[in-house]
T-cell receptor, first 111, second 113 residues
């Protein structure tokens, strides 16, 4: 099983749609999880952390299911500017900042 | 603040040539990282430096060396470039209290022929 796995997409959705991305991780001891966003030919940027209780930031909701080793990102009311690749990221257990990146899920929001 | 800067932006090398990728950050971060990103692959950590004076191997260190020149600068050297090192290279930095929040530079697109 790969350390971090994501559906590569692409997800093509109309403006205003709700879209959800999923991610699984292999190490049950993992403690810290994040979503990064990467625009085409640009550098990745932190979108949000994922907390055990679930967390929301505006139109974005992140959830963690430790039993299933599963992380999700929900985007409501999609905007054209949400078009990007979304990277699921796990902090390697016992490391100092050693992040494991998924391959990313590509989202394209159409007018 | 410029954040994280990288030079050069683009480079073409012939097999066997050497080069150094430069990275600098002006955020007073302690930790710095070098990643490579290949099509169809996630970003992979090459080397990192938790603090000035220390460097450690990441997931794919073979064929690379690094130098943490001072707190601001962290360079990546390819001693004898190979076509398999064709990639986009990103440098990143983070503060000790938030190691997971890494700020990335714009990347260097390297082609080895």
């Amino acid at each position: 099983r790969k350390e971090v796995e994501q559906d590569p997409g692409p997800f093509n959705v109309p403006e205003g749609a709700t879209v959800a991305f999923n991610c699984t991780y292999s190490n049950s001891a993992s403690q810290s999880f994040f979503w990064y966003r990467q625009d085409c030919r640009k550098e990745p940027k932190l979108l949000m952390s994922v907390y055990s209780s679930g967390n929301e930031d505006g139109r974005f909701t992140a959830q963690l299911n430790r039993a299933s080793q599963y992380i999700s990102l929900l985007i409501r009311d999609s905007k054209l500017s949400d078009s990007a690749t979304y990277l699921c990221v796990v902090l390697r257990v016992g490391s100092q900042g050693n992040l494991i990146f998924g391959k990313g899920t590509k989202l394209s929001v159409k007018p | 603040n410029a954040g994280v800067t990288q030079t050069p932006k683009f480079q073409v090398l012939k097999t066997g040539q050497s080069m150094t990728l430069q990275c600098a950050q002006d955020m007073n971060h302690n930790s710095m990282y070098w990643y490579r990103q290949d099509p169809g692959m996630g970003l992979r950590l090459i080397y990192y430096s938790a603090s000035e004076g220390t460097t450690d191997k990441g997931e794919v260190p073979n064929g690379y060396n690094v130098s943490r020149l001072n707190k601001r600068e962290f360079s990546l050297r390819l001693e004898s470039a190979a076509p398999s090192q064709t990639s986009v290279y990103f440098c990143a930095s983070s503060e000790l209290a938030r190691l997971y929040e890494q700020y990335f530079g714009p990347g260097t697109r390297l082609t080895v022929t």
